[in-house]
């Protein structure tokens, strides 16, 4: 008898929770009676006809907590179906870990109908102790006619209450997602597929199905088509499952995109074909002299002394390289969701293939997409559930404006910056000139202080702005990441100040008639006044509050009335204070805003709308100019663990206003609007509405006694 992995609690069983994430990228935990699996991760598929690598060793040696193996193909084996009924699919494999089953759709596909009935397989899959099944869908092959497409759709949605019920209380089951590759069927399978629920119970894993002939082809541009439009009808408390995908390739930007699951078998066909698998292509062993990729399973040998074993002893070799090649890419990219740096790797491994840099491209372009198209509406949402500013530094590339964090965080500052109301003398109107300053590289501050305090000195009313490769920012956000974090340039020549792709644009702002000048840093030994430098720090504290937690200027203004700042050693804001009481701290890892709790109380009591009570479906609003701090409203009997200071958790939350951003400060209230306690949210509006496990709200402060 093997020893099982210890089952979840019974109260978590199939909750999925969200860790870590970058934008739609995420780090999960899926809780099954055999084990909690992290995701994202790979299922190696396994025949158990034929075993090129044993599943007991992809557990002990390779790390794999979860294979996948097809149910039909057991059912159909004398032996293995009494064995699997009699001692369970686990004993059968001699796995201890999450064990998936697929259906016998795919071989359908390949060998024309299955002989086994809908609810019949699925109740295969309950007896013989699966922990997450499949449901019998209709595999839609890209070469089927619309009219087969939406058959295939209608029938596999109308197999699903079915296949739920025959589950049972103990299997989880995976609800596929099909439409060929056709957006408005993808989503309409999503919404269909993800509203389908029995006995209050829904369809556990969502896989997109139907692709693997897109992959075959290299039909990366169509492959990624159907995953964007597949996701943009799912709930995100579901993960979600690229069926037959396989190659290390493709991982980082389908994780990027939002998928959490993975199975293929190709570590074993690749294997078998004398092929081996690396981060950036395959590579045919046949006329290798050196290995293009390493590992520690080829360390050992020659490609020719390879080449020279017994096939079998040849194809369990370049097996368990594919494997740990795989692992590897995985555990870089789950390494790269925690340091926010997944898209910038989608970016570059996108390069290493024209078919795959096609489909990257067609994924950028689906950001200009409006909402009535599927993938326009996905990429919308994912950037929306970026963090905009982020500590780590940007790569220059010819993407680099196309990366989610960065649109949001532009997007944001277009929307949300506005012209001081007042200049540093006292005056007020609109600015008698306009100085845009280039040719220096981050720190802003230090590099243009003395010209900064020679240019305000001489014109109070004047407008200052930074060239940066992203375009013009505020002087007064001078160090707001990702703008200050860029490893390139300016190029040091003065442009147009309008080009499209910045988001601070002179005529926007009714600046393009106002004299115009371009300065570079200075050596002048100029002290900035101590008048200047503190109507910048008002400026630059009401800023950070309007672009980051939407706060209205004028609002912004009356908090920081009478402030005063702690500096540190470099001249950089430290805490804002207000008569000796501590309201915010600049952040000076990456420019943004932290709330402290008479800073969250002060913008707090401005609030005069009600809390929000609900869900708003209305995701266009996100971008709302100034709506006011994000709240989020919980269940009473959170309120005393929050208000002392513990995070929100999902389940918990019965409101949030839709602008709420990843990241950034928001306030949690009760059902009267009462402040409970300030945090930076950990979720967006619509992941809080669904999701049941994990942290919603990492808590600063409680505001409670």
């Not at 792709?501 to 000048?517: A, F, G, T, V």
Request: with cysteine; aromatic share 6%; proline share 7%.
């Amino acid at each position: 008898m093997i020893e099982e992995s210890p089952p979840c609690r019974p109260q978590d069983f199939g909750k999925f929770e969200i860790v870590d994430r970058d934008g739609a990228a995420r780090i999960g935990k899926i809780h099954t009676n055999h084990g909690i699996l992290t995701t994202p991760t790979l299922l190696p598929v396994v025949n158990p006809n034929i075993l090129t690598v044993e599943p007991r060793e992809m557990w002990d040696k390779f790390g794999f907590r979860a294979l996948i193996t097809n149910s039909y193909v057991i059912w159909k084996h004398e032996k293995l179906r009494e064995k699997a009924l009699e001692e369970g699919v686990h004993e059968l494999l001699n796995f201890p870990g999450v064990i998936m089953t697929d259906s016998g759709t795919f071989q359908s596909y390949v060998y024309g109908d299955v002989e086994v009935g809908i609810e019949e397989i699925v109740e295969f899959q309950r007896d013989i102790g699966v922990d997450i099944g499949t449901m019998l869908d209709v595999f839609g092959r890209p070469d089927m006619t619309r009219e087969e497409i939406e058959a295939a759709v209608d029938t596999t949605a109308n197999r699903a209450n079915a296949s739920l019920s025959s589950a049972g209380e103990k299997l989880l089951l995976n609800g596929p997602i099909q439409g060929g590759t056709h957006q408005d069927l993808r989503a309409e399978s999503s919404s269909r597929m993800a509203a389908s629920e029995v006995g209050g119970r829904g369809f556990s894993v969502h896989p997109i199905g139907g692709i693997v002939p897109l992959m075959e082809t290299q039909r990366y541009s169509d492959l990624f088509s159907v995953i964007l439009s597949s996701m943009s009808a799912l709930p995100s408390d579901r993960p979600v499952h690229i069926f037959g995908c396989g190659h290390p390739l493709l991982f980082p930007l389908c994780i990027a995109l939002g998928a959490d699951l993975f199975d293929s078998a190709a570590y074993a066909l690749f294997a078998k074909d004398g092929r081996i698998l690396s981060e950036e292509g395959t590579h045919r062993i046949d006329s290798a002299v050196e290995w293009p990729v390493s590992s520690r399973y080829l360390e050992d040998y020659t490609p020719r002394e390879v080449r020279e074993m017994d096939k079998k002893s040849r194809t369990a070799l370049l097996a368990r390289h594919n494997l740990e090649v795989t692992q590897r890419e995985l555990s870089r990219c789950r390494e790269a969701i925690r340091n926010g740096s997944i898209w910038n790797l989608a970016e570059r491994r996108s390069h290493a293939s024209p078919h795959l840099r096609k489909a990257f491209k067609q994924v950028l372009e689906a950001i200009q997409d409006g909402p009535e198209i599927p993938s326009g509406r996905r990429m919308a949402s994912i950037i929306s559930s970026t963090d905009p500013v982020r500590p780590s530094s940007e790569p220059f590339s010819e993407d680099v404006s196309k990366r989610p964090h960065i649109i949001h965080a532009g997007t944001l500052l277009e929307n949300r910056w506005k012209l001081p109301g007042s200049w540093w003398d006292g005056s007020t109107g609109p600015p008698s000139s306009v100085v845009i300053l280039h040719g220096s590289n981050p720190p802003w501050r230090t590099a243009y202080g003395s010209v900064v305090a020679e240019i305000l000195q001489d014109e109070p009313k004047t407008a200052i702005f930074v060239k940066t490769p992203l375009g013009l920012i505020p002087y007064s956000l001078e160090d707001l990441s990702p703008w200050c974090r860029i490893e390139g340039n300016d190029d040091s020549i003065p442009g147009d100040p309008n080009l499209k792709e910045s988001y601070i644009r002179l005529d926007r702002l009714s600046l393009d008639k106002i004299p115009l000048e371009y300065r570079i840093a200075s050596d002048s030994d100029i002290m900035m006044k101590n008048e200047i430098r503190a109507w910048l720090d008002r400026c630059s504290t009401v800023d950070r509050l309007a672009v980051l937690c939407g706060v209205k200027p004028s609002d912004g203004c009356r908090i920081t009335d009478g402030m005063n700042v702690r500096h540190s050693k470099t001249g950089r804001p430290v805490n804002v204070l207000s008569k000796d009481r501590h309201l915010f701290s600049p952040r000076l890892n990456d420019g943004g805003i932290s709330l402290a709790l008479e800073g969250a109380k002060a913008i707090h009591s401005l609030m005069d709308i009600q809390p929000p009570l609900g869900f708003s479906n209305h995701q266009e609003n996100h971008l709302q100019t100034h709506p006011g701090i994000a709240r989020v409203t919980i269940h009473s009997d959170a309120i005393p663990f929050v208000g002392a200071g513990r995070n929100v958790m999902h389940g918990f939350v019965i409101g949030a206003d839709e602008w709420i951003t990843v990241g950034q400060p928001c306030l949690v209230v009760d059902e009267n609007g009462t402040l409970v306690a300030h945090g930076n949210s950990n979720s967006t509006m619509h992941e809080m509405s669904v999701l049941r496990k994990g942290v919603a709200v990492r808590i600063r402060e409680g505001a409670l006694p």
